[in-house]
């Protein structure tokens, strides 16, 4: 009897275009993809082609909030509305899930509610929630309000909006829309559900002028990772976007939120945990290490140096920016982030000026080698579990997105831990996650 | 010299699926459109082929209010949320015009301005907003107010959303995004502008995280016909909605509105009045009435009745369905609709049944005839200056549609009317209205 190897799940985070600062400007890159739907829907159709689970689209309320210097240089400045830009994607896609961001502190639960139910019909199933408290003050600028909700109370608040969301999409059983012509009754009034609900923050009649999502529920994505975003998580998410830059990270973070999970009734494989990993391919090690430090140049010394002056909690803007990293004092601040910088200076001779280019490009979780290093590295974390998966960034589009799915996807298939097609025909059912029974109506 | 004769426009009012209530049980229909993308594809693309300036998806914030005994029957209940059908449809069209409805009263100007900026750029320019100041109280229900916000108010915050919304679309000079390889420059801060307002209802500091909108702004429908609608209409929008039952009517309505508008000092032509035209097209006039007899035997009499009783003005519950109408009491309530059910029933000779039906199905101006008929009965509004086109809506679906494109089409196109190809890349181009100029950046 052979049982199948634990399975990885892939997301893509396309927000926007790609994450990496110096990206836009890399040889043969995309500058204007960020309002080139031509663009947009080739990266989608080439992640359905290699057998993506998720394109991501991560969101802000707001023009990021940074000095005119680096913010003049950004090509995250300003791209896609997600919920406009995903359907047109379900569109031109058949199996690709499709994930966006929406705010629980600056949009209603009627429009939120309806807008994924919406999405999942017009997808066939395909439609995710990354549930997302917004935590960019200057959001709240654009909203009305002079000073943005505190933590812990965006967090109290998105957990009452996630259940009248999630009641809202039961509003109707799965089989109240009879159509019956001869009769000439469309709906049965007994299968509709008044919500009625009135709590501490949100007070919504229902029921949703949208049937019941052909999902039951959208997908629900998370990406906290305080105290309150674990929690919230391990009782509603059923994927988790993260940021952990090590394996040993990655199994603590792994370890807590499915440990929540059992603690709560609810079985672990119902929630997919995906780290970010920035995945840059080579035919051999020096191919995709000169790749990598090729995009560093590609950043400004501006976009930088203010970054690296916060991760290492001391200001060394001063500093010679052609020299080697002088010795710099502890500070309580930051102390991962500033043992990973110094690491880095050392172990990859780097001076003040390309450190700054490389924290400003990106600074997490890392995979730059050849397929098979990449294969290995991502089995090593599924194996560990240090997590289900990834949420992968590509360097630069397309030629990054293209050496993933024709040399890395290939890889993982022969390992058999990646699916060659898609199992279901919904996100849900790629990712081996349950339909949400309707509270309202049980079958 | 020749002049070209003035054009008609054409929208298809396309909510939910078509207005009339019996529509979905007609031979041939589809039950199932309101969740069906396929079929809603197909719709638009046969609008496209019929060289139709828009897709109108107008759009309720609640289940509508009706006794179940009337909801249950209609198909109306429950559909597509607009937002995201149109970016759909935007993927599968190249031409055809994408018209929304977002409410000013339920919804956030950053967000409308921000969907909406983002439609127009996956569309290349063919989004359209329908302003609505949704008077369905029971919208307010699903928004945690408890009262519906007082008419007049709504049309002052109204006003001002538009001022909000245009300037955020106007946050970025059309050539502020540069996108230099070479520099590393994305865009030029100084045609960046920080909106900041601050008035009455609204504090929105800004600037938009998306470009400017390829059309400048996405085309500025209303359909509100109170004087506070007809004002607001003068004042910004460049196409009208309205629901103008006699060429009489029609006439009146577009005189008021266009002189208001040059009182304001805006050009007449930068405004469409396209009242709603109900149009069953035949091979024969017999046949058509044939149709628009046959659409109303799939009105239930109870969908039927109270709406009959309130055109009267009286209930007439009480009477034999299956007799003629009685001498019905003069009200001051609404004359003028119950002097055109008393015609109704004089010139057709229908019962109470039959009248029930009619009004339950649909009451407002109809074209039923030949296309020849048809066609006479539009240019007569069109040079009588009742109207600059329609928004028409099909009696059935697909073939409804099918009908008007196939035969009615080409008639108004012989006839010089309507074009043959679309004049211009954008929605804005095709209905011959000029491109709104940056208020912060002149060009």
Redesign the interface.
Same mark, same amino acid.
């Given at each position: 009897m052979s049982t199948q190897p634990r399975q990885l799940r892939l997301g893509a985070f396309m927000r926007p275009v790609t994450i990496h600062t110096?990206a836009?400007?890399y040889p043969g890159a995309y +500058?204007?993809a960020?309002?080139n739907?031509a663009h947009m /829907?080739r990266f989608a159709q080439t992640l359905e082609r290699g057998r993506f689970d998720a394109f991501f689209m991560a969101d802000?309320?707001?023009?990021l909030n940074m000095p !005119?210097a680096s913010? /003049?240089?950004?090509?995250t400045?300003?791209? #896609?509305?997600p919920?406009?830009? @995903? +359907? %047109?994607?379900? %569109?031109?896609t058949e199996h690709l899930g499709l994930i966006a961001t929406a705010s629980t502190t #600056?949009?209603?639960p009627? *429009?939120v509610a =309806? =807008?994924f139910?919406?999405?999942d *019909?017009?997808s $066939?199933g395909r439609a995710g929630w990354n549930l997302v408290t917004t935590s960019n003050p200057?959001a709240a600028?654009?909203?009305?309000l002079?000073e943005h909700v505190e933590h812990d109370e965006r967090y109290r608040r998105a957990r009452e909006f996630f259940d009248v969301v999630t009641g809202l999409w039961d509003s109707?059983a799965d089989d109240a829309?009879i =159509?019956d !012509?001869e009769s000439?009754? #469309?709906?049965? +009034?007994d299968k @509709?559900h008044v919500l009625d609900h009135k709590g501490k923050y949100?007070?919504? =009649? $229902? +029921?949703?002028?949208?049937?019941r999502p052909v999902q039951g529920w959208p997908v629900i994505v998370q990406a906290g990772s305080s105290e309150a975003g674990r929690q919230i998580a391990a009782e509603t998410a059923e994927a988790v976007f993260t940021a952990q830059t090590t394996l040993e990270q990655g199994q603590s973070f792994y370890a807590d939120v499915k440990g929540r999970m059992e603690k709560l009734g609810r079985p672990r494989d119902h929630m997919k945990i995906l780290p970010a990993a920035f995945v840059v391919v080579g035919d051999t090690l020096d191919e995709a290490l000169e790749k990598r430090a090729r995009l560093d140049t #590609?950043v *400004?010394y501006d976009s930088g140096i203010a970054s690296l002056s916060i991760a290492l909690g001391h200001d060394v803007s001063g500093f010679d920016p052609d020299g080697p990293l002088p010795e710099i004092p502890e500070s309580n601040a930051s102390r991962t982030s500033r043992q990973r910088v110094i690491e880095w200076a050392e172990r990859d001779k780097l001076t003040i000026r390309q450190l700054a280019q490389r924290i400003g490009g990106y600074s997490g979780l890392e995979m730059v080698g050849t397929p098979t290093m990449i294969a290995d590295q991502m089995e090593a974390w599924l194996v560990g579990e240090g997590s289900d998966g990834f949420n992968v960034m590509f360097p630069y589009l397309p030629g990054g997105l293209d050496d993933f799915v024709d040399k890395v996807v290939p890889e993982l298939q022969r390992r058999g831990i990646f699916r060659r097609e898609y199992e279901g025909a919904t996100l849900r059912e790629n990712l081996g996650l349950p339909r949400p029974e309707n509270r309202f109506f049980r079958a």
């Open positions: 110096g836009w400007r +500058p204007d960020n309002f739907f /829907k802000h309320l707001a023009v !005119v913010l /003049k240089r950004s090509h400045v300003t791209s #896609f509305e919920m406009t830009l @995903l +359907p %047109a994607l379900a %569109a031109v #600056f949009d209603a009627y *429009h =309806r =807008r139910a919406s999405l *019909h017009i $066939g200057d600028l654009n909203f009305g002079e109707w829309l =159509r !012509v000439g009754i #469309f709906f049965d +009034p @509709l949100y007070s919504v =009649r $229902g +029921p949703l002028n949208i049937a #590609f *400004h």
